[in-house]
């Protein structure tokens, strides 16, 4: 039957076009952008995992520098290193030549306080960004290293960089009552505890350098290198003295150390001023609190101690131990920017798969699109033709009536 009001085939023709340029627009889209899935209404599922790897690779980048700015600081550190041991060399080869009867000793011996002088100035210089791996000031570093991902959540590692002290400081060790001590310990909920007598070189100012008149073995203040060990409770935070630190930074230092030690930062309020420590226990419980400070050693502090005019034998036994401290850094240091160089070549691999691996599930195949786009613009015009032929349908009936 046939009828005026009602043409099926128009109808099918119409849908069948509607289709392919549906397909049409989706193509043209996929070629523009690029990207098969370009937002969720695409593929929710591919769209959620490509999204996921997308900020892990952008986290990677983050690691890549953070491992390029520890790169840095290794390097630092590692040719200072490299450049104490070929002094400590040149030093080695004048202490030798003190061990002959018909040598001036007092004139190597000035050759030796001046480079021993050198030393001091490479080890005070060799600094990154304010960090400093071979005075003494640090203990440890951790080097951002990877983004570990897992079934239950994402987590940073790290790289731990042990540092080395080539410091030409020295001192006697320092006791608990150097510090004064810890009046009412343990600290009972809500209460303070104080440590009196706390005071640092250089008192309400900035911390002096040990060279800049300190003299480690008489004085009772804490100075630069010295470490502190604050315990609360079970948990002990140790922090290293550091020349400029003020009282605040001090207690600063301290807290942080702690809270790395396992303690809640909300668990209790620590500020030092006017030699004073004060420790604020802001739990219900009572927690035992002690102090104690060990005054820093360097690894090279025998250098002051070297004298060919006195006992040429004697330092000749030195400097054989000081040259492997010295070495032994070096190698440290070599050994640890070696694995960040590692790490860090791995990492931007890793971001290469990642993105080839987004890539695949997102990206438009071109020459793919490039087929269809031209077979649906075929399917198009005939789409076109179909229609027009069945439009044209109806005039036909009119040769009934005539």
Known sequence: MSSILTNT???VALQTMKG???NLNKTQADISTGKTVATAKDNAAVWAISKVMESDVQGFKGISDSLSVGNATLTVARQASESVTKLLTEMKGKIVAAQAENVDRSKLQTDITQLTKQIESVVGAAQFNGLNLVDGSETSINVLSSLDRSATGVASSNIEVTAQNLSTSAGLALSGTALGSVPGSPVA???????TGFSIQ???GALASNANGAVPGTLTS?????AIELTVGSSTGRYVVKKGDTNEELATGLRNALIQG???GSDFTLSASSGTLSITNNTNAAAAVSVAATRGEGGLAALNTIDVTSNAPAALDAIEGLLQTSINAAA????SQKRIDIQ???????????KTGIGAMVDTDMEEASARLQALQVQQQLATQALSIANQQPQGLLSLFR
């Open 189 to 195: 909920g809500g209460a303070t505890g104080t440590v």
């Open 332 to 335: 440290s240091f070599g050994s």
């Open 9 to 11: 085939s128009a109808m």
């Open 202 to 204: 250089g008192g309400a």
């Open 344 to 354: 860090n070549e791995f990492v931007g691999n890793l971001t290469d798969s990642l």
């Open 20 to 22: 392919i340029n549906a």
């Open 262 to 264: 396992g303690v809640n």
């Open 222 to 226: 804490l100075i630069e290198g010295d």
